[in-house]
């Protein structure tokens, strides 16, 4: 009981009025970039992490946890009102988002995506005062064996994503994965598919990829509708309006719910990260939910699993981060930095040494988490405005953001080429029927499952049979051949059926 | 556009990509040594699975009706294109600046108000974002530079 | 329209009037006239951007600058790209690069480049590496670890890129043995690795194992450098043991090829009063368990020439 103890004391600490305006603060600045398409959250985080030193340790810590999340919030922002996804893992909310938001009611979606993200990180964050340490290590047995079963069972689900028509579908998988090989080689570290252009050296960068493939390929197919009115009345885009009413509140619970504990196991793992705790969640409840086979279509339920994906990986990754000191991921490494500031030394004796101050972190996750979701809903009722700016007027704003971002990137002209040819293709894909999201995935994906692979057979001397050896692998494995050779045989059974006596 | 009026150019150029990844990939990275995929093994097989499929893909297109393009989706592309170049010669905000309200003014017929309004806005927004507050160096332009 | 570019114009004239080029002054000193831009290859959060904002912060409270400086991450192509604008800038003086080994060695190897693209400036600091094991791993000392490997024993190691491949090829090249390494992006996931017990050594520096070697979890048993490392990293060295490793990696800055003399000299004495302070010794070199290593420009040159011939004769 002295944990809990710890951790109201943490709370005592963490409650004042300077830490809310601070967390406030942090929170709104957060969402601002998030929501700018072309500042990842890497990027957002560390740019902003100075201006959490101007403060004491609890109040910083508070700020820098409330920019964290909020960050994720604004990122699922720009997915919903533009389709541009601010990061990653809003790709996965643009699924269902942006429909939602197309249908007049962006509000529910915002609303949808606020209160799941808070749902997601907030069992992330129960996850982690009870079991943290635990939890840390359960993410060790994931080494190259486990975890490239678990991308092969990642990669071969994306068929769920892959719509109407499958060939297509696999094509544009199959190209986000070629896309992805450019550049180092993660295991040689020598550069591949380079064409001698320095550039390319470390192939295609991502975001003025995203930011080109969702956001300029709009601008040039709004072309066709900007002198049409939007297919709702803008009118009716009021806070009122913007309400999930109780039974949509009830149908987003069980994907929330669901994707929280989900989301927060994945973000343990060692280079998983919130995109696979969302893109797995949305594809549970794709499998799982009552409505599955609509997601896609403007569900509730799909925003719902994606954002509680998201975040609650998100505090899943803090276990082996606080627990270890090891950062799952960049923007990991920048809060790692953050926290070492502020004299935390994360690692196994964290919780031994400085008890106190640990627990005041995490008590400061739940502060920050609970002013994020404030900060967030307050915002909703000017961003729905945004949806009532006239489509001819969106065109030079979203180009003008769309090339800003692309160069903020990586500071460079490079990166705005590469939106402008992105997002040509990208246009091209929608307007013959190619779907955008499973591409982003595969590229996402396919560089950890392809180094884990070879490095699997690096420990087992080029032995194939260590998949089968590690059991967690072999559960996978068996999981993935069940799911793969399924169809294969009900299509053979179906076909003995069908055949006449 | 004429030329773009079958939907096989793409799953063609995709078929292109995946040969190119396969002959790469085999002759330059290499496929497997000792018990250990190279470079190439994965690279090459994603290009043969995206060659394969990138057929099959052209065979099924062909029977599909060709989506409508219209001159104006040309628009967007040569005034982004026109505003990075204008963006080298007089610097990022001059050029954003000039493209939003030409855009606005000229294309769209927008009155001086509004144009002048929403390119206020805009510019500000993106002026107070990425230059002042995450300092990110844009560059001055070669007209600036000269001066 | 006419009307627009002309005022346009107009503030454009006034503004690049007021940013005019560097300061000679009449003794042939110099200073920066207009913002610098410190170029950092490496994305932020990472070590390369630690060290920048360290100096930066450095050089900002003890007003040693007038100017403002302003980092510019640019990743592209693995810094190459960033690596050849530093090298072509023409600011005369305006432009820094952050350059350790990390970038020396992909810039000679990779990118077909050479030190005299640049300028170096100063070296601030030296790091190092050190090999590490669970501490449930069958051999805890060097000595054992060594002729485990001798012996032909499957020995799988892990760690990070660029310096740590160096030292491991080293390894197999002196000590050799059945050994195998995974490279991975970052220390912190060759760390996972070895804690899951996925590999048995891990090619780490200090400041990213800290905790777990204080703990106990991980054990050190050979360090790469010169002299052992202090407590908790105590362990001996390879010349130690009888191989000839020593390997040293530096963190320095350097500048476009064709930077005035006047302006590197500015630079590097700016580099020489940061390394003097309190705050570079306390919040740097000490929470990073780094050694601090100040040498100007022109024997930093020599120094990093040093190196560019080991990379060439790597090759």
Redesign the interface.
């Known amino acids: 009981m002295e944990t809990v103890e710890l951790l109201l004391s943490g709370f005592a600490t963490a409650l004042t009025i300077q830490n809310f305006f601070a967390a406030a603060f942090g929170a709104f600045l957060g969402i601002?970039?998030g929501a700018?398409p072309g500042?990842g959250s890497?990027?957002g985080?560390?740019?902003l992490?100075?201006l959490t030193f101007k403060f004491n340790p609890t109040t910083g810590i508070i700020m820098l946890s409330a920019l964290y999340y909020s960050n994720m919030y604004g990122g699922s922002y720009s997915s919903i009102l533009l389709n541009i996804p601010g990061d990653t893992p809003a790709v996965m909310t643009g699924l269902d988002g942006h429909p939602l938001a197309s249908q007049g009611r962006p509000g529910v979606a915002l609303f949808t995506s606020n209160i799941s993200s808070f749902i997601g990180g907030t069992i992330g964050i129960l996850i982690l005062t009870i079991i943290g340490p635990g939890l840390a290590r359960f993410?060790?047995?994931?080494?190259?064996?486990e975890m490239t079963a678990l991308m092969a069972v990642a990669m071969t689900s994306l068929g769920w994503l892959l719509g109407d028509?499958p060939?297509?579908g696999?094509?544009a998988t199959?190209?986000g994965?070629?896309m992805a090989?450019m550049?180092?080689?993660?295991?040689?570290?020598?550069?591949?598919?380079d064409f001698g252009s320095?550039?390319?050296?470390?192939g295609i960068?991502f975001i003025p990829l995203v930011v080109g493939i969702f956001g300029?390929s709009q601008?040039?197919?709004?072309?066709?509708k900007?002198n049409t009115a939007r297919g709702f009345d803008i009118d009716k885009l009021t806070l009122k309006d913007s309400l999930l009413t109780k039974a949509e509140t009830l149908r987003i619970l069980p994907p929330a719910l669901r994707s929280g504990f989900l989301g927060t196991l994945i973000g343990v793992l060692?280079?998983a990260g919130a995109t696979t705790g969302s893109f797995l969640s949305y594809l549970m409840e794709k499998r799982l939910g009552k409505d599955g086979h609509k997601l896609g279509t403007g569900r509730v339920e799909g925003v719902a699993a994606a954002e509680a994906g998201n975040n609650a990986a998100a505090a899943g990754a803090f276990a082996?981060l606080l627990s270890?000191?090891?950062?799952?991921s960049?923007?990991g490494?920048?809060l790692l930095?953050g926290l070492?500031m502020y004299g935390l030394?994360?690692?196994?004796?964290?919780f031994q040494t400085q008890p106190e101050f640990t627990w005041g972190i995490i008590a400061s996750l739940y502060v920050a988490n609970i002013i994020t979701l404030l900060v967030a809903i307050m915002i909703v009722p000017f961003l729905i405005k945004i949806l009532k700016v006239p489509v001819?007027?969106m065109?030079?704003?979203i180009?003008?953001?769309?090339?800003?971002g692309s160069?903020?990137a990586?500071?460079?002209?490079?990166?705005?080429i590469i939106m402008?040819i992105a997002?040509?293709f990208g246009?091209?894909?929608k307007?013959?029927g190619?779907p955008i999201a499973p591409l982003l995935l595969a590229y996402v994906l396919?560089p950890t499952m392809?180094k884990n692979?070879?490095?699997a057979?690096?420990?087992s001397?080029?032995?194939m049979m260590i998949f089968l050896q590690k059991p967690i692998a072999a559960v996978l494995v068996g999981f993935l051949l069940l799911t793969v050779l399924s169809p294969v045989i009900r299509w053979v059974i179906g076909s003995i059926k069908n055949q006449p006596n | 556009m004429k030329r773009l009026k079958t939907r096989t150019i793409l799953p063609a150029l995709t078929a292109l990509i995946g040969l190119v990844w396969v002959i790469v990939g085999l002759t330059k990275y290499g496929w497997w040594v000792e018990g250990r995929p190279q470079s190439g093994f994965f690279p090459a097989i994603i290009g043969g699975l995206l060659l394969f499929v990138s057929i099959l893909a052209v065979m099924s297109e062909m029977k599909e009706n060709p989506p409508q393009f219209l001159i104006t989706h040309l628009y967007p592309i040569l005034a982004a294109v026109g505003m990075v170049l204008a963006a080298l010669l007089i610097g990022f905000f001059p050029a954003l600046i000039l493209y939003v309200f030409g855009w606005l003014k000229w294309y769209e017929k927008y009155n001086l108000f509004t144009a002048g309004l929403t390119t206020g806005i805009t510019t500000a927004l993106m002026y107070g974002v990425f230059y002042v507050w995450l300092r990110v160096p844009f560059p001055t332009g070669i007209l600036v530079e000269l001066l | 329209m006419k009307k627009i570019m002309l005022v346009l114009m107009l503030v454009l004239a006034v503004t690049a009037y007021v940013s005019a080029e560097g300061q000679q002054e009449s003794d042939g000193s110099w200073s920066p006239s207009k913002t610098v831009t410190w170029y950092c290859t490496s994305s932020p959060g990472g070590g390369s951007s630690i060290f920048t904002q360290t100096i930066i912060e450095i050089i900002n409270d003890e007003n040693l600058v007038e100017e403002d400086i302003i980092i510019n991450y640019k990743t592209d192509g693995g810094g190459a790209v960033g690596r050849r604008e530093v090298s072509r800038a023409k600011t005369n003086g305006h432009t820094l690069l952050t350059f350790n080994n990390g970038d020396l060695q992909p810039l000679v190897q990779v990118e077909n480049g050479e030190l005299d693209d640049l300028t170096p400036i100063a070296v601030m600091a030296n790091d190092g590496q050190i090999l590490l094991v669970r501490s449930n791993y069958k051999y805890q000392t060097g000595e054992e670890l060594v002729e485990a490997m001798e012996s032909g024993e499957r020995i799988i190691f892990g760690g990070s890129k660029g310096d740590d491949i160096n030292f491991y090829n080293k390894i197999d090249e002196e000590v050799g043995g059945d050994t195998e390494y995974l490279v991975n992006d970052s220390t912190g996931d060759a760390l996972t690795q070895i804690l899951g017990e996925d590999i048995d050594v891990v090619i780490a520096k200090p400041a990213a194992s800290y905790e777990l070697v204080s703990s106990g979890e991980l054990v050190p048993v050979i360090a790469a450098t010169k002299d052992r490392f202090d407590e908790p990293f105590d362990a001996p060295t390879f010349k130690e043991l009888g191989y000839d490793i020593e390997l040293t990696v530096f963190r320095g800055v350097a500048a476009p090829k064709n930077m005035p003399q006047a302006a590197v000299d500015f630079w590097s004495d700016v580099m020489g009063k940061v390394s003097e302070t309190d705050a570079w010794q306390n919040n740097y070199l000490d929470k990073f368990l780094l050694t601090g290593r100040y040498i100007p420009a022109d024997e930093a040159y020599d120094y990093m020439k040093d190196f560019e011939e080991k990379y060439k004769a790597n090759m």
């Open positions: 601002l970039v700018m500042i890497l990027a985080v560390a740019l992490l100075p993410g060790l047995h994931f080494g190259p064996v028509n060939i297509r696999m094509v199959l190209i994965i070629l090989t550049g180092f080689d993660a295991v040689t570290g020598l550069p591949r598919f320095i550039y390319l050296l470390s960068p300029f601008v040039i197919e709004m072309m066709e900007r060692p280079g082996p270890l000191g090891i950062p799952g960049g923007t490494a920048v930095g070492l030394n994360p690692g196994p004796r964290l001819k007027m065109i030079p704003i180009t003008t953001i769309c090339i800003m160069y903020s990586n500071n460079s002209l490079y990166g705005i402008l997002g040509i246009f091209f894909m307007k013959f190619y396919a392809e692979f070879r490095q057979l690096q420990i001397d080029g032995s």
